[in-house]
């Protein structure tokens, strides 16, 4: 029996290196919350974006019941911590708590096999599509041309997105003029994926689809709140682009009731919030049984081992908030020239080193 002797928790607001909104929130900074536990003398990291309380939850609600479990027998200690959160709640900061320990213990469990994460997991591909994610709606054109133009023209990332929904779908004409503003940047070969984070009503969004079509617009993230179902399907059956939703869930049951309404072309899954990689795979494997294809929601770097190990994968959001974050606090982070990221066959774990002393002017508890 290997025995899990510590487990740690903490949290780090990095500022936006600019205002940054969509279509229903604004925000100029973004809170990491990393676990960590300990075995022999080995110890592994995960992390989840999240409130800073998620921290405090990881250490007053979990931590009890992970210290002194084995470290190998990752089912067993992750059934053990969502019976523990039965009180306070699956869905929300018990959930995210969940997933960064639950990535911590498997990032340890490859550490102390000597294996990369992916290998465990058993690789499905060898690299995996990522898209440009970004184009916040409080961009001016000039920032929004910039970043399109890096991801396309310089990366060579083939796939990008920008938010609409602006003002909660009350400035559709911005929204309709950044959408050609996107097209014109990065030409006619590249996709072009639209998210309005629930910004619209089901009509209007319908309404605006049919105004983009001109423009190619092959995902429409999100058109209506991820929690109208029916509105989500009317949108999917009524528009060309595939619909998009699922970032929010925690849990087996949220997917499939997502799947079985028939509300998505493809489901969004996050392994911060949806029970780390153990939630993960549980997911894709509902999606799969629907002949659905996943798309992993943010967090790029901590969903790469994941995602190469998924084989109804479509892609990785490469998003630019948490992009700028895990390449500045962790050592290993991706690099998604040419379109593509590959998980590290060199390392053991998922390849992420925490820059302590980088993190430290960044943490709030």
Sequence with gaps: MTVIRAVRAAAYRVPTDRPEADGTLAWDATTLVTAETDAEEVTGVGWTYAPAVAASFVAETLAATVTGADALDIPAVWTAMVGQVRNAGRPGIAGYAISALDVALWDLKARLLGLPLGRLFGLARPDVPVYGSGGFTTYDDATTEAQLGHWVHDQGIPRVKIKIGESRGTASDRDLHRVRLARRVIGGDAALYVDANGGYGAKQAIRLAGRMRDQDVSWFEEPVSSDDLPGLRLVRDRIDADVAAGEYGCDLTYFVRMCQAGAVDCLQIDAT??????????????????????????????????????????????FHDHVRIESELFEGAADPAGG???????????????RRDVAAEYRVA
């Design 273 to 318: 919030r949806c029970g780390g990689y153990t939630g993960w795979f549980g997911a894709a494997a509902v999606a799969d049984a629907h002949h659905l294809q996943v798309s992993a929601h943010c967090g790029p770097n901590l969903h790469l081992p994941a995602a190469a190990a998924t084989p109804n994968l479509r892609h990785i959001e490469w």
């Design 340 to 354: 593509t990221v590959r998980p590290r066959p060199d390392v053991p774990g998922h390849g992420l080193t925490p």
